[in-house]
């Protein structure tokens, strides 16, 4: 079992950056498919952007391709979300996810999740 643990949201202005981080609290992510789903107040979780673990196969969200970007650093296979020309509509809860045997959009295929990291974003 795998705890993970997201950092890097605030608040900034649209057209901004911000790079989420979701690290696990022990152990790598080096095997696990991950994924970044996000929750605007009031409505349902929604997919954002996925990688296999090795790398080789990423998914986007059409509303965020473009301007998002999943990738994976050294330190434990620390997974990140780069963020960049930020919409209000961007505004919401942000979640990383995890999973050994799961890659792709659904919230059900992933079994780790973390706690979640706000991102607001002003116009």
């Known amino acids: 079992q795998v705890q993970l643990v997201e950092s890097g949201g605030g608040l900034v202005q649209a057209g901004g950056s911000l790079r989420l981080s979701c690290a696990p609290s022990a152990r790598t992510l080096r095997y696990y498919h991950m994924g970044w789903f996000r929750q605007a107040s009031g409505k349902d979780r929604e997919f954002v952007a996925a990688?296999?673990?090795?790398?080789?196969?990423?998914n986007y969200a059409d509303s965020v391709k473009g301007r998002f970007t999943i990738s994976r650093g050294y330190v434990k296979n620390t997974v990140y979300l780069q963020m960049d020309s930020l919409k209000p509509e961007d505004t919401a809860v942000y979640y990383c996810?995890?999973?050994?045997?799961?890659?792709?959009?659904?919230?059900?295929?992933?079994?780790?999740w973390g706690q979640g990291t706000q991102v607001t974003v002003s116009s």
């Open positions: 990688m296999t673990w090795s790398g080789d196969s990423t």
């Open positions: 996810a995890g999973s050994l045997n799961y890659y792709g959009d659904r919230l059900s295929g992933y079994d780790y």
